[in-house]
Protein backbone atom coordinates (compact mmCIF):
# COMPACT_ATOMS: atom_id res chain seq x y z
CA UNK A 1 0.00 0.00 0.00
CA UNK A 2 2.94 2.36 0.78
CA UNK A 3 4.93 1.61 -2.31
CA UNK A 4 1.54 1.79 -4.53
CA UNK A 5 1.26 5.56 -2.40
CA UNK A 6 4.51 6.51 -3.10
CA UNK A 7 4.36 5.58 -6.72
CA UNK A 8 1.33 7.20 -7.35
CA UNK A 9 2.40 10.55 -6.19
CA UNK A 10 6.11 10.56 -7.29
CA UNK A 11 4.75 9.58 -10.73
CA UNK A 12 1.94 12.42 -10.46
CA UNK A 13 4.48 15.39 -9.63
CA UNK A 14 6.40 15.09 -12.61
CA UNK A 15 3.56 16.01 -14.93
CA UNK A 16 1.88 18.61 -14.99
CA UNK A 17 0.46 20.73 -12.08
CA UNK A 18 -3.49 21.22 -12.92
CA UNK A 19 -6.30 23.06 -11.29
CA UNK A 20 -8.86 20.39 -9.40
CA UNK A 21 -12.29 21.69 -8.68
CA UNK A 22 -14.64 19.96 -5.79
CA UNK A 23 -18.05 21.52 -6.26
CA UNK A 24 -21.59 19.96 -4.04
CA UNK A 25 -24.27 19.89 -1.30
CA UNK A 26 -23.35 20.96 1.71
CA UNK A 27 -21.59 18.10 4.10
CA UNK A 28 -21.37 15.49 1.21
CA UNK A 29 -17.80 15.27 2.33
CA UNK A 30 -16.12 17.88 0.16
CA UNK A 31 -13.55 18.92 1.97
CA UNK A 32 -12.72 15.88 3.70
CA UNK A 33 -12.33 14.36 -0.73
CA UNK A 34 -10.70 17.67 -1.11
CA UNK A 35 -8.33 17.58 1.13
CA UNK A 36 -7.24 13.84 0.93
CA UNK A 37 -6.44 14.43 -2.83
CA UNK A 38 -4.61 17.73 -2.35
CA UNK A 39 -2.29 15.69 0.09
CA UNK A 40 -2.22 12.43 -2.27
CA UNK A 41 -0.67 15.18 -5.26
CA UNK A 42 1.15 17.40 -2.78
CA UNK A 43 -1.19 20.31 -4.02
CA UNK A 44 -2.62 23.05 -2.30
CA UNK A 45 -6.00 23.10 -1.02
CA UNK A 46 -8.19 25.40 -0.63
CA UNK A 47 -11.74 25.67 1.35
CA UNK A 48 -14.06 28.38 -0.02
CA UNK A 49 -16.49 27.60 2.14
CA UNK A 50 -14.52 29.17 4.71
CA UNK A 51 -14.07 32.30 3.39
CA UNK A 52 -18.04 32.79 2.58
CA UNK A 53 -17.88 31.75 6.81
CA UNK A 54 -15.04 34.10 7.61
CA UNK A 55 -17.49 37.13 5.80
CA UNK A 56 -20.58 36.19 7.88
CA UNK A 57 -18.69 35.66 11.07
CA UNK A 58 -17.57 39.38 10.77
CA UNK A 59 -20.71 40.22 9.49
CA UNK A 60 -22.47 38.41 13.01
CA UNK A 61 -20.02 40.37 15.25
CA UNK A 62 -21.68 43.51 13.76
CA UNK A 63 -25.17 42.64 14.17
CA UNK A 64 -25.65 42.97 10.64
CA UNK A 65 -26.95 39.45 10.11
CA UNK A 66 -28.94 37.53 12.22
CA UNK A 67 -31.81 35.18 12.47
CA UNK A 68 -31.02 33.60 8.49
CA UNK A 69 -31.60 37.07 7.14
CA UNK A 70 -28.65 39.95 6.29
CA UNK A 71 -28.69 43.85 5.72
CA UNK A 72 -27.17 43.79 2.19
CA UNK A 73 -26.28 47.26 2.23
CA UNK A 74 -24.44 47.02 5.69
CA UNK A 75 -22.85 44.17 4.30
CA UNK A 76 -21.73 45.03 1.65
CA UNK A 77 -20.30 48.88 3.73
CA UNK A 78 -18.23 46.04 6.30
CA UNK A 79 -16.59 44.46 3.04
CA UNK A 80 -13.44 47.06 2.86
CA UNK A 81 -12.43 46.06 6.25
CA UNK A 82 -12.47 42.36 6.02
CA UNK A 83 -9.46 40.85 5.28
CA UNK A 84 -9.10 36.65 4.23
CA UNK A 85 -6.18 35.15 4.33
CA UNK A 86 -4.78 31.21 5.17
CA UNK A 87 -2.31 30.29 7.86
CA UNK A 88 -0.53 27.29 7.69
CA UNK A 89 -0.79 24.54 10.63
CA UNK A 90 1.85 22.05 10.71
CA UNK A 91 0.08 19.59 12.90
CA UNK A 92 -2.68 18.79 10.72
CA UNK A 93 -0.72 19.96 7.25
CA UNK A 94 -3.45 22.35 6.11
CA UNK A 95 -4.45 25.81 6.15
CA UNK A 96 -6.74 27.36 8.35
CA UNK A 97 -8.95 30.61 8.13
CA UNK A 98 -7.46 33.88 9.34
CA UNK A 99 -9.92 36.94 9.52
CA UNK A 100 -8.37 40.19 9.92
CA UNK A 101 -5.29 38.65 11.46
CA UNK A 102 -7.43 36.41 13.77
CA UNK A 103 -7.90 32.57 13.49
CA UNK A 104 -11.14 31.54 13.03
CA UNK A 105 -10.74 27.91 11.77
CA UNK A 106 -13.09 26.92 15.11
CA UNK A 107 -15.41 29.92 15.27
CA UNK A 108 -16.46 29.32 11.44
CA UNK A 109 -18.33 26.41 12.26
CA UNK A 110 -20.56 27.51 14.56
CA UNK A 111 -24.38 27.28 14.12
CA UNK A 112 -24.92 30.54 14.02
CA UNK A 113 -22.37 30.99 11.05
CA UNK A 114 -24.07 27.83 9.50
CA UNK A 115 -27.48 29.61 10.02
CA UNK A 116 -26.52 32.52 8.30
CA UNK A 117 -24.18 32.12 5.77
CA UNK A 118 -26.38 31.09 2.61
CA UNK A 119 -28.00 34.87 3.15
CA UNK A 120 -24.15 36.14 3.22
CA UNK A 121 -23.09 34.29 0.12
CA UNK A 122 -26.31 35.35 -1.92
CA UNK A 123 -25.01 39.03 -2.13
CA UNK A 124 -23.59 39.71 -5.43
CA UNK A 125 -20.93 42.00 -3.85
CA UNK A 126 -19.30 39.35 -1.19
CA UNK A 127 -19.32 36.90 -4.27
CA UNK A 128 -17.51 39.28 -6.17
CA UNK A 129 -14.97 39.82 -3.91
CA UNK A 130 -14.24 36.02 -2.53
CA UNK A 131 -14.19 34.84 -6.53
CA UNK A 132 -11.50 37.61 -6.84
CA UNK A 133 -9.08 36.06 -4.07
CA UNK A 134 -9.70 32.54 -5.30
CA UNK A 135 -8.41 33.14 -8.68
CA UNK A 136 -5.63 34.78 -7.26
CA UNK A 137 -4.49 31.42 -4.53
CA UNK A 138 -5.35 29.71 -7.94
CA UNK A 139 -3.59 31.14 -10.68
CA UNK A 140 -0.32 28.75 -10.31
CA UNK A 141 -2.30 25.62 -10.60
CA UNK A 142 -1.39 22.90 -8.46
CA UNK A 143 -4.45 23.23 -6.49
CA UNK A 144 -7.44 21.57 -4.96
CA UNK A 145 -10.75 24.38 -4.20
CA UNK A 146 -14.09 22.56 -2.51
CA UNK A 147 -17.09 25.01 -2.99
CA UNK A 148 -20.39 25.67 -4.62
CA UNK A 149 -19.37 27.55 -7.94
CA UNK A 150 -15.79 26.77 -8.19
CA UNK A 151 -15.81 24.69 -11.30
CA UNK A 152 -18.77 26.95 -12.64
CA UNK A 153 -17.58 30.06 -12.00
CA UNK A 154 -14.26 30.64 -10.32
CA UNK A 155 -12.46 28.16 -12.72
CA UNK A 156 -14.25 27.56 -15.47
CA UNK A 157 -11.18 26.43 -17.34
CA UNK A 158 -10.29 23.58 -14.58
CA UNK A 159 -8.80 20.75 -16.21
CA UNK A 160 -10.40 18.25 -13.27
CA UNK A 161 -14.26 19.17 -12.33
CA UNK A 162 -15.95 16.94 -9.62
CA UNK A 163 -19.49 17.13 -8.47
CA UNK A 164 -19.90 15.58 -5.20
CA UNK A 165 -23.57 14.22 -3.85
CA UNK A 166 -24.57 11.85 -1.15
CA UNK A 167 -28.65 11.49 -0.32
CA UNK A 168 -29.61 14.22 2.60
CA UNK A 169 -30.15 11.35 5.44
CA UNK A 170 -26.52 10.56 4.79
CA UNK A 171 -25.40 14.09 4.59
CA UNK A 172 -27.10 15.11 7.80
CA UNK A 173 -26.18 12.06 10.30
CA UNK A 174 -22.43 12.51 8.80
CA UNK A 175 -22.58 16.55 9.97
CA UNK A 176 -24.22 15.46 12.94
CA UNK A 177 -21.85 13.08 14.06
CA UNK A 178 -18.83 15.56 13.12
CA UNK A 179 -20.57 17.82 15.58
CA UNK A 180 -20.73 15.36 18.16
CA UNK A 181 -16.65 14.67 17.28
CA UNK A 182 -15.87 17.87 17.70
CA UNK A 183 -17.46 18.22 21.24
CA UNK A 184 -20.15 21.02 20.00
CA UNK A 185 -23.53 21.05 20.83
CA UNK A 186 -25.73 18.78 18.11
CA UNK A 187 -29.11 18.73 17.63
CA UNK A 188 -29.94 16.12 15.12
CA UNK A 189 -33.44 17.64 13.50
CA UNK A 190 -31.83 21.65 13.47
CA UNK A 191 -28.75 19.76 11.54
CA UNK A 192 -31.19 18.58 8.77
CA UNK A 193 -32.98 21.53 8.34
CA UNK A 194 -29.73 23.74 7.94
CA UNK A 195 -28.63 21.53 5.49
CA UNK A 196 -32.18 21.17 3.41
CA UNK A 197 -32.21 25.10 3.73
CA UNK A 198 -28.81 25.43 2.17
CA UNK A 199 -29.22 23.12 -0.34
CA UNK A 200 -32.26 25.12 -1.06
CA UNK A 201 -30.53 28.58 -1.22
CA UNK A 202 -27.57 27.66 -2.49
CA UNK A 203 -29.23 25.99 -5.39
CA UNK A 204 -32.10 28.68 -6.01
CA UNK A 205 -29.69 32.18 -5.61
CA UNK A 206 -29.44 34.42 -8.64
CA UNK A 207 -25.42 34.77 -8.80
CA UNK A 208 -23.77 31.61 -9.22
CA UNK A 209 -25.85 28.90 -8.00
CA UNK A 210 -24.99 25.56 -7.16
CA UNK A 211 -25.04 23.44 -9.98
CA UNK A 212 -22.96 20.79 -11.54
CA UNK A 213 -20.53 21.66 -14.57
CA UNK A 214 -21.42 20.45 -18.23
CA UNK A 215 -18.02 18.93 -18.12
CA UNK A 216 -17.79 18.02 -14.54
CA UNK A 217 -17.56 14.11 -13.43
CA UNK A 218 -20.06 13.25 -10.52
CA UNK A 219 -19.01 11.49 -7.30
CA UNK A 220 -21.81 10.01 -5.19
CA UNK A 221 -20.16 9.09 -2.18
CA UNK A 222 -23.52 8.27 -0.27
CA UNK A 223 -21.93 4.38 0.17
CA UNK A 224 -18.38 4.79 0.03
CA UNK A 225 -15.69 4.81 2.50
CA UNK A 226 -12.58 7.37 1.90
CA UNK A 227 -10.43 4.80 0.77
CA UNK A 228 -13.06 3.76 -2.02
CA UNK A 229 -13.60 7.56 -2.90
CA UNK A 230 -9.23 7.84 -3.03
CA UNK A 231 -9.42 5.06 -5.35
CA UNK A 232 -12.41 6.20 -7.92
CA UNK A 233 -10.14 9.95 -7.56
CA UNK A 234 -6.73 8.10 -8.86
CA UNK A 235 -8.37 6.22 -11.76
CA UNK A 236 -10.06 10.06 -13.30
CA UNK A 237 -6.83 12.16 -12.57
CA UNK A 238 -4.88 9.49 -14.40
CA UNK A 239 -7.41 9.84 -17.61
CA UNK A 240 -7.20 13.34 -17.18
CA UNK A 241 -3.71 13.86 -16.26
CA UNK A 242 -2.82 12.33 -19.61
CA UNK A 243 -5.48 13.88 -22.31
CA UNK A 244 -3.97 17.33 -20.40
O1 LIG B 1 -18.77 24.40 2.20
P1 LIG B 1 -19.48 25.08 3.38
O2 LIG B 1 -20.71 24.36 3.83
O3 LIG B 1 -18.55 25.36 4.51
O4 LIG B 1 -19.97 26.50 2.79
C1 LIG B 1 -20.65 27.40 3.59
C2 LIG B 1 -21.63 28.19 2.75
O5 LIG B 1 -20.92 29.07 1.88
C3 LIG B 1 -22.58 27.39 1.89
O6 LIG B 1 -23.85 27.24 2.51
C4 LIG B 1 -22.73 28.20 0.63
C5 LIG B 1 -21.59 29.17 0.64
N1 LIG B 1 -20.62 28.93 -0.42
C6 LIG B 1 -20.86 29.51 -1.65
O7 LIG B 1 -21.90 30.14 -1.83
N2 LIG B 1 -19.95 29.39 -2.64
C7 LIG B 1 -18.82 28.69 -2.45
N3 LIG B 1 -17.92 28.59 -3.44
C8 LIG B 1 -18.56 28.06 -1.21
C9 LIG B 1 -19.51 28.18 -0.21
Not at 77 to 83: D, K, N, Q, T, V
Not at 126 to 152: N, S
Amino acid sequence: MTLFRYNFAARMKKKKKITITVDGYSSCGKSTFAKAIAAELGYLYIDSGAMYRAVTLHCLRRGKVSGGMADNASVVRLLPEISITFMFNRETGFNETVLNGENVEREIRDRAVSDNVSAVSTIPEVRTKLVELQRELGAGGGIVMDGRDIGTVVFPGAELKIFMTATPEVRARRRYLELLGKGLPADYAAVEKNINDRDRIDSSREMSPLRKADDAVVLDNSEMTPAEQMVWFKQIFKQKINES
